[in-house]
T-cell receptor, first 109, second 115 residues
């Protein structure tokens, strides 16, 4: 059974600081890995999807890396802004999505 | 285009009652999913449907049933609600026939409290 862990559970940083969010998974036989953003009381929005054959994906200030062999992914958010405050979830796809519990980020103005 | 809509937004329900959570998508996606989200546990898949007329069980299907009579609708039914089914329920869809089959689009969620 795939286990997905996100550490830390919560993170608070001042505006402008770079964010580093970690995701680890137990079974490396995955098709892809996705990072989602969830605002309070809202649904999930897909941010980045990395195929198993890729090492990283970038979208604007977001960069996600994938090391499948070690079962790890990292989401980097450059120059954080208060609008980046949200919960970030990673999910691995090994025929179905298995989600981590998320990292709740607060960016202080 | 609304994407995915869910109803109701929230509901308080007495234990033992029957409840159907509604989910409708207007993107003509073939695949649809129901998840529950509980604090500290992330999202867990309840049921899914790869195409109209077919359904499958996810990680936590007990106590829930689904149907997929058409492409757009994927209702989730709790036949006899129990307090452990208190959760936030999310419906999602994906277009497995597109160039981006693995991206799932989520509805806004239904917050259900069973007393």
């Amino acid at each position: 059974k795939q286990e997905v862990t996100q550490i830390p559970a919560a993170l608070s940083v001042p505006e402008g600081e770079n964010l580093v969010l970690n995701c680890s998974f137990t079974d490396s036989a995955i098709y892809n890995l996705q990072w989602f953003r969830q605002d309070p009381g809202k649904g999930l929005t897909s941010l980045l999807l990395i195929q198993s054959s890729q090492r990283e994906q970038t979208s604007g200030r977001l960069n996600a890396s994938l090391d499948k062999s070690s079962g790890r992914s990292t989401l980097y958010i450059a120059a954080s802004q208060p609008g980046d405050s949200a919960t970030y979830l990673c999910a691995v796809n090994d025929y179905k999505l298995s989600f981590g519990a998320g990292t709740t980020v607060t960016v202080r103005a | 285009i609304a994407g995915i809509t869910q109803a109701p937004t929230s509901q308080i329900l007495a234990a033992g009652r029957r409840m159907t959570l509604r989910c409708t998508q207007d993107m003509r996606h073939n695949a649809m999913y129901w998840y529950r989200q509980d604090l500290g546990l992330g999202l867990r898949l309840i049921h899914y449907s790869n195409t109209a007329g077919t359904t499958g069980k996810g990680e936590v299907p007990d106590g829930y049933s689904v149907s997929r009579a058409n492409t757009d609708d994927f209702p989730l039914t709790l036949a006899s609600a129990v307090p452990s089914q208190t959760s936030v329920y999310f419906c999602a869809s994906s277009d497995q026939a597109s160039g981006d089959p693995d991206t799932q689009y989520f509805g806004p969620g239904t917050r259900l409290t069973v007393l």
